[in-house]
């Protein structure tokens, strides 16, 4: 499958249909625990079918959390279901688009992500994004795993934020430590399902903003 003429020469799409960009290949050998982070309603603000790069907001916070895990060896990865796409509302170039504001506007305070993934597979997409239940769609793992094999990272000491309960299970599906959930975003709506989302070897955090995992996920310093 080939992007768009425009597309970032570091992205490319898989032979499964999603989106692989590792922007800061790794030059550590040792395995690090990641900080995986949901984009829409977490990093910025939810915009209904995101596409025009200046309705591109960050959450206030996020750019801090995203600072602090690059300062401290940690990848910072983007894991992102992109149904807008599956179903034909915008395509690549708009998502890159988006994409390439969201890197100025952390760029601008030292901030970076190390790669980004984002799955358009959808129960009600359009050949060739049309399928009932993607491995790489959230809940599903294969976002998160596919990282693990590009870059150096130890998933049972990682951790995801998101603002659904999709999220958080995606991230204990992958073997994460575990997960905090955020009241930005659709939060409210999928706060009773984040709460049933712990079990004994995944913790699950409430919080209200992503700002909250500079004192609640411990590889942050909690």
């Excluded at 916070?61 to 992109?82: H, K, S, Y």
């Amino acid at each position: 499958m080939t992007l768009p003429s425009d597309h970032p020469q570091d992205a490319s799409i898989d032979a499964e249909g999603i989106w692989n960009q590792v922007l800061k290949p790794a030059k550590r050998a040792d395995l690090r625990p990641a900080l995986f982070l949901d984009r829409d309603g977490c990093v910025v603000e939810e915009v209904h079918y995101l596409h025009r790069p200046e309705e591109t907001r960050l959450i206030p916070g996020a750019a801090e959390v995203i600072g602090l895990a690059n300062r401290r060896g940690f990848p910072v990865v983007m894991i992102t279901n992109q149904s807008g796409i599956g179903r034909g509302y915008f395509g690549w170039s708009e998502f890159g688009a988006v994409q390439t504001t969201l890197f100025e506007q952390l760029a601008a305070t030292g901030a970076w992500f190390d790669a980004i993934f984002a799955c358009p597979h959808h129960a009600e997409g359009a050949a060739p994004y049309g399928h009932p239940d993607h491995p790489a769609r959230k809940p599903n793992p294969g976002m998160l795993l596919r990282a693990a094999d590009q870059l150096p990272i130890d998933l049972s000491k990682s951790w995801v934020v998101g603002d659904r309960c999709s999220d958080l299970e995606a991230g204990r599906n992958a073997g994460l430590k575990g997960g905090m959930h955020v009241l930005t975003g659709f939060g409210p709506t999928e706060r009773d399902m984040a709460k049933t989302a712990g079990r004994p070897q995944f913790q699950a955090l409430l919080a209200d903003s992503i700002a909250d995992a500079l004192a609640k996920i411990p590889i942050l310093g909690a």
